[in-house]
């Protein structure tokens, strides 16, 4: 979903105009609102997996320093890059962390791993729910939902894109749900 968001961010004029000759005319406006306000939370969704990942790769890259590892800023690195595939990211990271644990003593790969699980725990439990909710404005429970229900219907694929769904379905429906009670004049 980050790379949807990022190439939907550059592509957003022609998107929209492609979407838009879909509207009648009578929704056009209603249509605009709704598409700035997404395209707004698609911005905030990026950020927030910015800020996630530069996290996570900070993290790791203070733990490989703190235990004696070579290139702590390199791995640090990896472990952010990586970290940008969510929940599984810094999983994947922590791969060459350990392997380069593991070429100085076991013990080490083993402390590397543990400590790059530790992190990615904290964050992706604790802290990814609250960034990301404050970013696409939605409460962090409901984050944590949108992960499960989209891991539950669509596997990995299904959590790349669970929250920015769940963030769109609240901007439509905050925008319809009002009109359903306005009185006609």
Known sequence: MFIVAFLLALEAP???RDLRRFVPNDYRTDFDQIWRKVRKML???V???LVIAGLIGLCSGVA???IGL??????????GVTALIPYLGP???AVPAILVGLSQTPGKALLVALLYLLISNVILNFVYP?????AVRLPPILVIV??????????ILGMFVAVPIAATLRILFDHIYPRLYERPA
């Open 14 to 16: 022609a998107v929209r």
């Open 43 to 45: 911005y905030a969704y």
């Open 47 to 49: 950020r927030g997996q």
């Open 64 to 66: 490989c320093w703190a």
């Open 70 to 79: 070579p290139d702590p800023i390199a791995l640090g690195l990896i472990a």
């Open 91 to 93: 999983f994947i990271g």
């Open 130 to 134: 609250k960034v990301m909710g404050d």
């Open 146 to 155: 949108a992960l499960i229900a989209g891991f539950s219907w669509g596997g």
